[in-house]
């Protein structure tokens, strides 16, 4: 008889998920597991994994697809590069429908045709190098940073950097680790430049974005989250970005952190009390950073007003 309260158990322990194994030794058979998937009862999110739940029926969760894709590939397999990023919540790279799951290199693999969004790859992984993220094999943060910036274009790469080091999944001294995974393969040269320019104290890909804006325009900021106190030390705000000798604050205002009325109006009142003490603050959004010569023109404007 099957285990309905046991797999509902198994699969909240699981992202959602279960295995066609796991559902027959709790007591279901092939044909019940055929026609519970087909009914549309339990979705497959990939071979021989499946979402039981019928409230998730729709549209697994993503972390539930993840899970499945790495399951059915088999032992050894592991999430990898975007995906493993994803796992750590690393931020900095552009999110897709994409799974990146390696499997060992002696294992002959086919890339699924079932499954389009599977990306199977075959990385000489060491013990070192796997972890297991919220029950979910992956490669360790420092190696995911390492494959990850071997690939990614300059800005996602520093963004992914920063990223790491501001969440404290890696350290200063971690960086040499990265830099000696990626000695000798293609995209080292261009991966430790990337790692030079890594600042952790950056709070978001926006900030290091704006940042790379202004380093490339040839108006680098002196300092980072920068506090600005009165003459009694009273704090009056935390700036992105400042030039201290210019007293200019840029600020990169992300679409979601700044868009609630509570987050608007403590932003309004900080600007205000920050232009009270005589600094400029500049405001700067993910569209300005598309644009090379926007914030740099902005600051340097800035600068120039201020002497």
Same mark, same amino acid.
């Given at each position: !008889? ?7 158990? &198994? ?22 597991? =055929?026609?519970?998937? =087909? ?9 021989? /994994? ?22 059915? !590939? ?18 900095? $790279? ?12 002696? %294992? ?9 969004? &599977? ?15 919220? +029950? ?30 501001? %969440? ?15 000695? @000798? ?15 952790? %104290? ?11 804006? /202004?380093?490339? @325009? +040839? ?15 009273? &704090?009056?705000?935390? @700036?992105?970005? +400042? ?10 205002? +992300? ?12 932003? %309004? !009142? ?19 950073? $598309? ?17």
């Amino acid at each position: !008889m099957a285990d309905l309260d046991g797999l509902s158990r &198994l699969a909240a322990r699981q992202d959602g998920v279960v295995t066609a194994g796991q559902a027959l030794r709790l007591g279901f058979t092939r044909g019940q597991i =055929r026609h519970l998937a =087909r009914s549309g009862r339990w979705t497959r999110v990939a071979r021989g /994994c499946f979402v039981p739940a019928p409230e998730q029926a729709v549209a697994a969760p993503r972390r539930a697809r993840i899970r499945a894709a790495v399951t059915s !590939m088999g032992p050894g397999a592991v999430a990898v590069l975007d995906t493993a990023a994803e796992l750590h919540r690393i931020s900095g $790279l552009r999110a897709t429908a994409a799974i990146h799951v390696s499997v060992p290199p002696d %294992r002959p693999v086919r890339q699924r045709r079932g499954d389009p969004n &599977l990306v199977v790859h075959q990385l000489t992984l060491g013990a070192n190098d796997i972890c297991v993220v919220g +029950g979910v094999p992956a490669t360790t943060a420092v190696r995911t940073v390492a494959d990850v910036i071997l690939r990614a274009a300059r800005y996602p790469s520093v963004c992914v950097i920063d990223s790491a080091l501001n %969440r404290r999944l890696l350290t200063e001294r971690d960086l040499a680790l990265v830099s000696a995974l990626v000695a @000798g393969r293609r995209g080292a040269v261009a991966a430790r430049a990337h790692l030079a320019e890594a600042d952790g %104290r950056a709070q978001s890909p926006l900030e290091t974005r704006t940042r790379l804006r /202004c380093v490339d @325009g +040839g108006v680098p900021p002196d300092v980072l989250q920068v506090e600005v106190r009165d003459d009694d030390g009273y &704090l009056l705000g935390i @700036g992105d970005l +400042g030039w201290r000798a210019a007293r200019v604050i840029a600020e990169a205002d +992300g679409r979601d952190p700044h868009r609630a009325p509570r987050a608007v109006y403590e932003d %309004r !009142m900080r600007q205000n009390r920050l232009v009270n003490a005589g600094w400029t603050v500049l405001r700067f959004t993910w569209s300005d950073t $598309l644009r090379p010569d926007y914030i740099p023109e902005t600051v340097r404007r800035a600068l120039r007003n201020s002497r």
